[in-house]
């Protein structure tokens, strides 16, 4: 059986269970999969579902968000943020309402960094099409001035027209 593309999750689960000091039946009874399954997901064989990361997260003690970033079903930034909201609320230092106002000041947060970094990539976007425009109307007049004849074009050389004037100063 080929190895799957789970990144290096099987690797870091051995590492866990090991830093655990559980064997792989002990795991495995643990997070109430069975013993090859276990065993297929630590060799890359198998790619377990986000259920059974959760299960053996919850009996390695360790955040079931490391193991779905591992496993390439979550991406890094998603778990910063979940990890984030775990903290805060895994805290015992602070009460439930202090917990849910935390909560809400850090939304506040990412919301008002969404927004301002949207409007900063919409400025730069605009600013981008104007630039471009200004390129393409520089490039049209410069195809437009070499294809249009200059004043007096047909008077031939010599001729008054190219002869300046009395009357009119020399530049």
Partial sequence: ???????????????????????????????????????????????????????????????????????????????????????ILADPSINERQKQVLLQIYDSFRKENAAEAAAAAHAAAIADAEAAAAHEAAAAADTHADAAPGPDADAAPGSPADVPDAETPLK
């Fill in 1 to 87: 059986m080929a190895s799957l593309n789970v990144g290096n999750l099987g690797e870091y689960l051995r590492e866990q269970r090991r830093t655990a000091q559980l064997s792989l039946r002990q795991l495995a009874d643990a997070a109430g999969v069975s013993n090859p399954y276990l065993s297929q997901i630590e060799r890359g064989l198998r790619k377990p579902s986000a259920e059974v990361l959760q299960q053996v997260a919850k009996a390695l003690r360790i955040s079931a968000e490391t193991l779905y970033v591992r496993a390439g079903i979550l991406d890094e930034k998603e778990r910063d943020e979940l990890e984030t909201r775990a903290v």
